[in-house]
């Protein structure tokens, strides 16, 4: 029996938050196949022996007309049941079309204010018959392998100065003043800065104002390699990235810098700590809030998470 999982997002971060569910799922069916429209995990899911395969639907997915299209395309899959967290007409007619006897989706016409966590976790728990299903699970990656990234005698931490969206960022020259304040300590610190090879002009400014051999930018390294070396840190601070949702599902405290981020992306995990600004509830933080970045201080970060260092 081959069992698909459909995850409708393009963002890492999102697809992460769903791995629990998709482990539920295996442990009942056997390993997944996911299909989702992000282009990055399967390079993240290699080696869960939960997810048989990760498939990226790059097409056939933006018009209505294009129905037919995905419909060859789920039946060259020769599924048997599909779980589609989604309320789309068109993937649940396609899938219908294709011939996969058992689909099961989140209700249609309801995209509205649905709560990724929530109304995942509600699903997983309806179809499969279970109560108290996790929200949060382990992301596996090859343990071995892991030992090769740590640092005797240092402890590693990850800093998230990158994002997708422009919003979400607060601003490399506070990630620069913040490891100002760690240089300051006792303990002994290696710094890692993550972001995209389009930002990699912030992670130089941050390196080249510091003049320390322990600061390494991951602007360039493959997705392959940045798992390791998050998976390998002692802590996360950053911006609304995939960087968290790595950290948080390897047990690794993560600290989320709120200025645009829906509750939802930082609600499913124990390891996963919210930084928002003052008299500002976290309800009110969502996709488009374009809060001030300076709302959050250097000070009010650093406060925050020197008890973990």
Same mark, same amino acid.
């Given at each position: 029996?081959?069992?698909?999982?459909?995850? $409708?997002?393009?963002g890492?971060?999102?697809?992460?938050?769903?791995?629990s569910?998709?482990?539920?799922?295996?442990?009942?069916?056997?390993?997944?196949?996911?299909?989702?429209?992000?282009?990055?995990?399967?390079?993240?899911?290699?080696?869960?022996?939960?997810?048989?395969?990760?498939?990226?639907?790059?097409?056939?997915?933006?018009?209505?007309?294009?129905?037919?299209?995905?419909?060859?395309f789920?039946?060259?899959?020769?599924?048997?049941?599909?779980?589609?967290?989604?309320?789309?007409?068109?993937?649940?007619?396609?899938?219908?079309?294709?011939?996969?006897?058992?689909?099961?989706?989140?209700?249609?016409f309801?995209?509205?204010?649905?709560?990724?966590?929530?109304?995942?976790?509600?699903?997983?728990?309806?179809?499969?018959?279970?109560?108290?299903?996790?929200?949060?699970?382990?992301?596996?990656?090859?343990?071995?392998?892991?030992?090769n990234?740590?640092?005797?005698?240092?402890?590693t931490?990850?800093?998230?100065?990158?994002?997708?969206?422009?919003?979400t960022?607060?601003?490399?020259?506070?990630?620069?003043?913040?490891?100002?304040?760690f240089e300051?300590?006792?303990?002994?610190?290696?710094?890692?800065?993550?972001?995209?090879?389009?930002?990699s002009?912030?992670?130089?400014?941050?390196?080249?104002?510091?003049?320390?051999?322990?600061?390494?930018s991951?602007?360039?390294?493959?997705? $392959?390699?940045?798992?390791?070396y998050?998976?390998?840190?002692?802590?996360?601070?950053?911006?609304? $990235?995939f960087?968290?949702?790595?950290a948080?599902?390897?047990?690794?405290?993560?600290?989320?810098?709120?200025?645009?981020?829906?509750?939802?992306?930082?609600?499913?995990?124990k390891?996963?700590?919210r930084?928002?600004?003052?008299?500002?509830?976290?309800?009110?933080?969502?996709h488009?809030t374009?809060?001030?970045?300076?709302?959050?201080?250097?000070?009010?970060?650093f406060?925050s998470?020197?008890?973990?260092i």
């Amino acid at each position: 029996m081959k069992t698909g999982i459909f995850l $409708s997002y393009k963002g890492i971060g999102a697809n992460l938050l769903h791995l629990s569910y998709c482990h539920q799922i295996a442990e009942r069916f056997g390993p997944v196949t996911i299909i989702t429209l992000c282009s990055k995990l399967d390079k993240i899911l290699k080696t869960d022996p939960k997810i048989k395969e990760v498939i990226y639907l790059d097409k056939y997915h933006k018009k209505f007309l294009d129905i037919l299209n995905l419909s060859a395309f789920f039946k060259n899959l020769k599924l048997d049941n599909i779980f589609i967290f989604y309320p789309s007409v068109r993937y649940f007619l396609a899938c219908k079309i294709s011939g996969i006897k058992h689909i099961y989706q989140y209700p249609l016409f309801k995209k509205k204010n649905l709560h990724l966590v929530k109304t995942a976790k509600r699903f997983t728990e309806k179809i499969l018959k279970i109560e108290n299903c996790p929200t949060e699970t382990k992301l596996n990656i090859d343990e071995k392998k892991l030992k090769n990234y740590k640092f005797e005698n240092k402890k590693t931490i990850i800093l998230g100065i990158g994002s997708s969206g422009p919003t979400t960022k607060w601003g490399y020259k506070n990630y620069l003043s913040l490891i100002k304040k760690f240089e300051n300590l006792e303990s002994k610190f290696h710094y890692f800065l993550l972001c995209g090879p389009d930002e990699s002009d912030a992670a130089n400014e941050i390196i080249k104002e510091l003049n320390i051999p322990n600061c390494k930018s991951l602007a360039n390294e493959n997705i $392959s390699e940045v798992i390791y070396y998050i998976s390998s840190s002692n802590l996360f601070i950053g911006n609304d $990235s995939f960087g968290h949702h790595i950290a948080s599902q390897r047990k690794i405290p993560s600290f989320i810098i709120m200025l645009d981020t829906p509750e939802a992306y930082t609600s499913y995990s124990k390891f996963q700590n919210r930084i928002i600004p003052q008299n500002i509830s976290i309800d009110k933080i969502t996709h488009d809030t374009r809060l001030d970045p300076n709302l959050i201080g250097v000070d009010d970060v650093f406060n925050s998470i020197k008890q973990f260092i």
